[in-house]
């Protein structure tokens, strides 16, 4: 067996267990009782969901991503940068018979989503919120993360650099469910209650009413 | 850096207390819950929505960090590395250190206003992390006193502060009758345990000692709109402190009363009182508290106000308010109730100059009053440090007036007032309404009073 296919065995162990362990998450969750709301509705729960996934998600929605628009920009690009760098993994076997074009293309997101990923180690140690709210594993989970974006970044300039990628992969992948990675389960299930909630009371995402100036 | 006023035996963890928390937690962890205490990323970008934390920044005041206090504890139960490392992970025991940390956060530095809810952009819900480690506190009597005895009161007395019905019966007629003099009108009345009226309308007990022109204000209102109301003397306190200490029990007996009282009248509509805490917990929590839907509907006195002005039903003239006024939306109206657009237009209705503080609406800055903060006297000191945020904004504004639809509020903003040298009057909006009503001429009517015409003609002789 030659070099990829081992590395890429390792790959494939470590995003199966990663896999297992959000399914076994997703089990759990699904386990907990669901908190129904009897107050009568005052606005739409579907439209406010929908906002909570789209518009409610643009940096000038919220104060908050307002005021820290950097930090929230970085988080945008680092995970862009993750998606495709899993882009690039799907694309592993193939990567030479990519178009030059995709493949910087390719390159230019993964590279800056490195960047932005290794810059929110930097941000954690230099605020000092951050510092006191971080935990070890945030340092482990930013850095495997930007690591496995910039391997790659790396692998698609240089597709000799494949094995590596696929050992970080299979790392990242089992280090998922048992690390602050798996938020990428619970995002789905908060930004839905977020919606859910306020959007029964009428807060968020309704359209005016009939009291509105 | 405990509350020296915590020194009580009954902060003192025992193991069953330790075992009775840890059963609340496991009990109360629904999918809602699981999601907030597992989705945050320390990212800390919610910070300056705390008003804690722009009155007086440091990383204990982030909304994040006091999540953090339960979290541990959460990840010590349920996180898959806990045992094996639990500095990794951040996960800690629920022993006495906790405990005091747990007290400190969720009691002593957050109002639960939701304003960091809003802002988090993985939709965190504080709120409900820091009610369930008040639940778990409560549950083994680590409740700070003042929040406690109201809610012992409201359960033993039936309102939170004690008022026996003889007192509450003899203010209301105390204002009826100032009413009908105020306004030369004997017809003005304040009904008592009328039946198949169409509503019920409640108070919270502070109108009721001190500040009865409320009582008035509200009873012009309806008398102007021509409203089938009534009061009840069966149960008739708005609030629900419940709510803030998170016991749920309590809570659900204390809305359980009100709701017995409107059914037993057959109202279909039970008007909360401009008691921010009162309204949430009421129109939205108590259904979920009791486990069923009332077969009544349940509303706020600004929905009202504002629906009877656009139903021209109350004949206004703004020019009887000329001064500036701002309003502070009550976050358990605005924020987690949706009721922003209807202050609003109330206000364009009945004052001159209304201008808006920055930030407003869903966004607006808890005034510090809220989480039942005023009954929690361990914590005045941050309670009026972190009313600076709301200061400031007032100021800002050069309003003479501050309006708002909350007693907590008021009373909040009204020692803000006075810690930060605001030349500012606190109203509540009815009071305002009130004073802008236009009371048509009553019909010449023949008082019948035997003893005022006894005196007359005594005086006459």
Redesign the interface.
């Known amino acids: 067996m030659d070099i990829i296919a081992i590395t890429g065995i390792i790959a494939i162990v470590g995003l199966a267990l990663g896999l297992l362990g959000i399914i076994l998450k997703i089990k759990?969750?699904?386990n907990?009782?669901?908190?129904?709301?009897?107050?009568?509705e005052?606005?739409s729960v579907g439209r406010a969901v929908l906002f909570?996934f789209t518009l409610g998600?643009a940096p000038w929605e919220?104060?908050?991503?307002r005021?820290?628009w950097i930090?929230?920009l970085r988080?945008i690009f680092f995970h862009i940068g993750i998606f495709m760098a899993f882009g690039v993994l799907l694309a592993s076997p193939w990567l030479e018979a990519l178009p030059s074009w995709l493949v910087w293309i390719g390159a230019a997101v993964t590279g800056f989503g490195a960047i932005f990923g290794f810059a929110g180690i930097f941000m954690r140690l230099a605020?000092?919120?951050?510092r006191?709210?971080?935990?070890?594993?945030?340092y482990?989970s930013v850095f495997l993360t930007s690591l496995f974006i910039t391997l790659a970044f790396a692998t698609l300039l240089r597709p000799a650099l494949l094995p590596a990628f696929y050992v970080v992969t299979g790392i990242m992948g089992a280090y998922i469910?048992?690390?602050?990675i798996?938020?990428c389960v619970?995002?789905f299930?908060?930004?839905f209650?977020?919606?859910k909630?306020?959007g029964h009371?009428?807060?968020?995402g309704?359209p005016?009413?009939?009291?509105?100036? | 850096m405990f509350n020296e006023k915590f020194t009580d035996e009954r902060f003192n963890l025992t193991d069953e207390k330790a075992a009775l928390a840890i059963d609340v937690l496991r009990q109360r962890l629904n999918r809602q819950l699981e999601a907030s205490l597992e989705v945050c990323v320390r990212c800390g970008v919610c910070a300056d929505s705390c008003h804690y934390y722009v009155s007086n920044p440091k990383p204990e005041h982030v909304p994040a960090y006091r999540a953090e206090q339960l979290r541990k504890v959460y990840r010590t139960l349920f996180d898959p590395v806990a045992g094996a490392a639990p500095g990794w992970v951040g996960a800690a025991e629920l022993d006495q250190e906790m405990v005091e940390k747990l007290i400190m956060s969720a009691f002593g530095s957050c109002t639960m206003c939701g304003r960091c809810v809003i802002n988090c952009p993985m939709g965190v819900d504080t709120r409900h992390i820091v009610r369930t480690a008040r639940a778990m506190l409560t549950a083994i009597d680590m409740t700070p006193e003042g929040l406690k005895a109201t809610v012992n009161v409201h359960l033993e007395e039936g309102n939170n502060m004690g008022v026996t019905e003889e007192d509450y019966v003899e203010t209301v007629e105390w204002m009826e009758e100032e009413l009908q003099a105020e306004l030369g009108d004997p017809s003005c009345v304040i009904p008592f345990n009328k039946k198949n009226a169409r509503i019920v309308y409640t108070f919270n007990p502070r109108e009721i000692k001190y500040f009865p022109y409320l009582i008035q204000a509200a009873a012009k209102i309806f008398n102007a709109a021509g409203e089938d109301w009534t009061l009840s003397t069966e149960s008739w306190d708005a609030t629900n402190y419940g709510l803030f200490s998170g016991d749920d029990v309590a809570a659900r007996q204390i809305a359980s009363n009100l709701e017995k009282a409107v059914n037993h009248l057959g109202a279909e509509t039970l008007v909360m009182a401009e008691c921010g805490h009162g309204y949430r917990s009421q129109r939205w929590e108590a259904e979920n508290w009791i486990g069923h839907r009332y077969p009544f509907k349940v509303m706020s006195f600004v929905e009202l106000q504002a629906q009877y002005i656009k139903e021209g039903r109350l004949p206004l003239d703004p020019t009887r308010n000329q001064k500036r006024v701002t309003f502070h939306d009550p976050c358990n109206q605005a924020r987690n109730g949706g009721i922003v657009d209807e202050p609003r237009y109330i206000l364009r209705n009945t004052v001159m100059d209304f201008v808006e503080m920055e930030p407003h609406g869903v966004e607006n800055y808890c005034c510090g009053g809220g989480g039942g903060m005023l009954s929690m006297t361990e914590f005045a000191g941050a309670r009026k440090e972190a009313g600076k945020a709301k200061a400031d904004q007032i100021a800002a504004t050069g309003a003479e007036i501050v309006a708002t639809s909350c007693h907590n509020c008021l009373d909040q903003l009204d020692e803000v007032k006075r810690h930060y040298k605001l030349k500012v009057k606190i109203q509540n909006l009815s009071e305002l309404v009130a004073n802008a009503i236009v009371w048509p001429t009553p019909p010449e009517v023949e008082i019948e009073s035997p003893e005022t015409d006894e005196e007359a003609s005594q005086e006459s002789k």
């Open positions: 759990d969750i699904m907990r009782p669901f908190k129904q709301d009897l107050a009568r005052r606005g909570a998600m919220k104060e908050s991503t005021i820290h930090a929230y988080g605020g000092p919120n951050e006191v709210l971080s935990l070890p594993d945030d482990a469910p048992i690390s602050k798996r938020h619970y995002f299930y908060s930004k209650f977020f919606g909630g306020f009371r009428g807060v968020i309704q005016k009413g009939k009291y509105a100036e």
